[in-house]
C-alpha cells in the first residue's frame, strides 16, 4: 500500500471522521480526570474503560492494567507477527482547572467554529484520539505494521507507576520503535519535531524560627525573619536577573550542544516576539533568538514558583513569620544526573544556613533523542505531506517522566510527532484545539505508518 500516492482518500478519510471525533473528543474532556485531585479517581477510572471502549468500537484489542496508583489502558491494532511494530504513548490525565478563571466550563468542551474549548484537548487527549484515528484507517485498509497504544493516567504526576508497570508488562510491549504526540510545534507555520526534552528535580526549602508568628515591634530586629532568609538562600541559589544558577558543580556535566543544533532552533523559525504573544510575557531576559532558543532548549535553569509564610491578606499585618517555605525546581539538560544535582545542592544550602530542611520533591531524567536516521526521516517526511511545510527539529523545554522510563526499558528509537501550538495552552486557563490540527495529524499519522512499514 502506498499511502503516499493515495493522498487524497485519506484527506477525504480525515474529513469524513471529523463528526465522530468532535463528539468522542467532547466525551473524553467532559471527563474531569485529574490525577492531581485525589477525589478525582472515579472520574480516572471512567476515563480509562471510555479508552478501551474506543481502542474496541475501531477494531483494537484493548485492556486495563493496574498498577500500583492509577491503571494504564494498553491496546493493539495488530497485523501480522512478521510486521513491523509501533508504539503510540499518550497521557489521558490532566491538569486542575479552577472553571472561575476560564471563558467556558473546562470539563463542558465547548466547540466554536473549528476551536476545541477545554481542558485537556490538546494536552493530551485530542492528539491521542488524531492518533486512534489514523491508525485504525492503516488496520482497515491493510497496512502492513503493528499498531500498539499505551495510555496513560498519571504523566501530569510525574509517571510514578509506569517504570514499574513498563517492567512488569515487557514482554507484552515488545516494539520497533516508540512514537509520542505530546509535544508543541514552534508556530503553525512551522511543524517542530523535538529530540530532547529537559529533566526535573523539584524540592521544597522550609524554615521554621519560632513556635508562632509575633509582633514585629516587640520582637523585631532580634527574631529571625524565616521568609527574608530563605530570599536571601534563593537569592545566593542564582541570579534572578540572569538566570545563572551560582551553586558549585551545578553545570559540571552539562552537554555543550553545537553550532548544528543552534542553527536548527534559529532555522525552525523561533522568534522572541512571537513566543512572548503566545505566552503573554511582557519581558524576557534576552531577546536575541539564538540565546532564548537555547534558554527555553537547551539550558539549565532554576526556577521559584512560591514562597508561603506569614501574612498575605490585605494591608500590612505588622508580624514576624515563625516559619516559611519556598517551592523550587531545577529544569536539567543532558547529561545532568538529578541525584548528582540534589546532593550539589543540599550541600551548598546546608553551608548557607544549615537551619533550612530541604524536601526533595519529584524528579525526572533529562532525554536526548536523534534527529537523523530512518525513524526521523520518516517523521520530517510525514508532517511535510500532511501539513505541506518542512519540519525543524528542536527540543521542548518541559520534561515527560515515561519517556526516559520507556528509553531505559523498551531501548528503541522514540520519535515525537505532536500536534499541540503555543497558543493552544498546554497547562494554562482556556486551553483549546483545532479541526486543523487534529485533521493534519490523522493524515500525518497514516502517512507515518506507512513509511514505518517499509523500515526493516
Sequence with gaps: ??????????????????????????????LAGVSMEPDRKSEILKTAAMAVQLLESHGATAKVVETAGYPVVIGEFHSGSENPTVTVYNHLDVQPADGAEWQSPPFEMKIVGDTYLGRGTTDDKGPALAVLYAAAYAHKNGLPINVKFIWELEEEIGSPSFAQFLLDNESALKTNSVVISDTIWVSRERPAIPYGLRGLQGCLFKLKTGAKDVHSGLTGGLARNPIAELCDLIAACFDAKSGEVKIPGFYDDVRAINEAELNNFVASGFDVGSFKKAHELLSTRTEDARDASARIWARPTFEVHGITGGYSGPGVKTIVPHQAEAKISMRLVPDQDPDKIIAALEKFVKAHNKDVEIVKEGTLKPFLGEFTGPYAEAASAAMKTAFKADAAFTREGGSIGAVVSMQETLKVPIVFLGLSLPEHGYHAINENFDWQQARGGIIMFIDYFARLAKIK
Design 1 to 30: 500500500m502506498n499511502v503516499e500516492c493515495d493522498l487524497d482518500k485519506v484527506s477525504a478519510y480525515a474529513d469524513s471522521q471529523r463528526g465522530e471525533y468532535e463528539n468522542n473528543l467532547k466525551k473524553l474532556v467532559d
